[in-house]
């Protein structure tokens, strides 16, 4: 069986290695695979294995020997489902991985928009401390969250870990989008819409995959609808976001602040302008990245190349 993994690096930058799966069948691993050499490194393969390089309908036409697709992450939109259901080959993603990984992650982001860290350990070691006539000082008064009202969009796995996680801090918390499945368990809670949810809130985090009929639904007017002294966060998927009009937002004071661990094309564009925006805190896609948390993904990879083996796919997407 010839395995071909097609991006690896960031699963396994030298960390967390490839033994298991290479057990499995001939494997060849490539850090990176630039859009016009997947055909010639997938070529013969049964198995590939991605992360974010695309498998396309015509891609995966001229794959002839292709059948089983493992996707290195929840998300699966790198591939056309639809064709690879059509061709007879399943497509297996890792459900769960990142849950603790990624709600903590929203927490950082959220107490940095909360008490601006980076801002004042910069400005104390820039001597204003030092200069300062009172014994504290502040470039931005802290906000407390307790009593506040988390709004999450999207109650899956990350996004009850994140409820659980703001009840902590004493917030409210109320959730909108997908499927209202069994009750969260925390309190208080209450599902409600996301035109309710946006004007609501004074957090607002977005934990929903990114399909086809969502892209780009954090948009103008749904953006009019947030208070003033409103956070926005979002860990899901860049696309899910108008960045332009978040950025208008942002710089007229529409909303407080925002926080992004994603962007509709990454690596992030030069030209992307949230790179300009008012209280926007941006990191490079990492609130999935512990070591814990790849661990995880690589020993429900090396299960869903078993599973396929064997048989008896699992966790199959289409």
Request: proline share 5%; glycine share 8%.
């Amino acid at each position: 069986m010839k395995i071909v993994v097609l991006d690896g690096y960031t699963l396994n930058p030298g960390d967390n290695p490839w033994d298991e799966l290479a057990q499995l069948g001939a494997l060849t691993v490539y850090d990176r695979t630039p859009s016009d050499q997947i055909i010639g490194r997938a070529a013969g393969a049964q198995i590939v294995l991605t992360n974010k390089t695309l498998l396309t309908a015509e891609t995966l036409r001229q794959l002839s020997q292709l059948r089983f697709v493992a996707v290195l992450a929840t998300g699966y939109n790198v591939v056309d489902v639809g064709a690879a259901r059509a061709r007879g080959v399943p497509v297996s993603n890792v459900p769960e991985y990142g849950t603790d990984s990624v709600a903590q992650h929203v927490f950082a982001l959220l107490l940095e928009l909360c008490h601006h860290v980076g801002l004042h350990d910069r400005a104390v070691k820039n001597g204003e401390w030092m200069r300062s006539v009172d014994f504290c000082f502040w470039k931005m008064p802290p906000v407390e969250l307790n009593g506040l009202t988390m709004g999450i969009v999207g109650l899956g796995r990350t996004g009850r870990r994140v409820g659980m996680l703001a009840q902590a801090f004493g917030m409210n918390v109320v959730a909108a989008g997908g499927t209202r499945r069994d009750d969260p368990g925390f309190r208080p809670f209450a599902w409600t819409t996301i035109p309710a949810l946006f004007a609501t809130a004074d957090v607002i985090s977005l934990h929903c995959p990114l399909t086809a009929d969502n892209a780009r639904f954090v948009n103008r007017d749904l953006l009019r609808r947030v208070k003033p002294s409103a956070f926005f966060i979002n860990v899901a998927r860049g696309g899910l976001v108008d960045e332009a009009a978040l950025t208008v937002a942002l710089n007229a004071g529409q909303l407080a602040g925002a926080a992004v661990d994603v962007a509709s094309a990454e690596p992030m564009a030069a030209d992307n302008p949230l790179v300009q925006a008012r209280n926007c805190f941006i990191t490079p896609h990492i609130a999935w990245a512990s070591l814990a948390a790849r661990r995880r993904l690589m020993a429900t990879t090396v299960q869903n190349v078993q599973a396929f083996i064997a048989g008896r796919p699992i966790n199959v997407v289409n």
